[in-house]
């Protein structure tokens, strides 16, 4: 059975923490100009994919939680981690095909996947503001979706269990896993990730997995510090600060950023359409409420709920 958090209270540091995700967000959005050079240069994407996380986790192998009392919690986010690395190449399939503006909007339903995962795991019921928020960026999605060079049924069906896990793993990162600390979450969920790209790493023809290429390497490198070591340390340190709601919804200023990569980098056009979703995502930030999952309520709070 999963260790229940505490009842949620306000932050003082949530709008530190809100900004660090938002950075965050901008670092992750990045990850489609990436991996299109990459896959231009020949690297399949289960390797991507793979090699994304595995030069963070070979890093963060000394800060496995091996502790008797850490276990249970290791293994939630080590599943996590699982799910995320397998949903991660739907994502990266999208990327490849579609529009990068229309892979973000995709990847951007995670906020209300976040909020379900939250009310299921949690019994966090969505407020107003909640659902206002999801709603605000399932229009962002929806107003773009039609757009020229928009993803068929079969691609949006294969692409789905990217923003399903990575909405799960927000809620297990920022409330479930209160006796880990920041190094040992990510350790944790990054070798999941790589166990969970394991199999598709073993049926990939071995020298389709090696680099070849000068070019090939610091694109690499450029992939596990800039969109994943950095970025993820950071998230993990933020997120428990201002729960589920909030750190789904400021994450979806990565939509913009990708709109914005790839009409600076690849071209795409960007209108009216492109113009306004980028501002419902915006103003999903702003509507998400911040509760923090690492501090408890005051006593009179909780007698209140008891009684």
Known sequence: MLTRPPPATASPHAVTATLAIACTAVCFG???????????????????AFYRYAGAALVLVPFLPLARSKRRQAAVMFGAGLLMGLGWIGYLHLVGTATIAAAGVIYMSYP?????????????????RCWAAAAAVLAAAALMAGGAGGPDLRMILLALPAPATFGLGIVVISALLPDLRP???MATGLLGS??????????????????QGAAVWPMLLGLCLVTA???QMIYVLAAPHVGPARTAATGAVELPVMIALGWLAFGEAIGPREILAAGLVLGAVALAPAIDMRRPAPVADAAKRAG
Do not use: C, K, N
């Open 229 to 231: 070591v950095v970025p």
């Open 183 to 185: 190094l040992e979450r």
């Open 112 to 128: 209300l996947f976040a909020l379900l995962f939250a009310w299921l795991l949690l019994g966090l019921r969505p407020g107003v």
């Open 30 to 48: 990045l990850v489609p100009g990436f991996a299109r050079q990459l896959q231009a240069l020949g690297l399949p994407d289960a390797a991507i």
């Open 194 to 211: 790589m166990a969970g790209l394991a199999p598709l790493i073993l049926a990939t023809e071995p020298a389709a997995l090696i680099p």
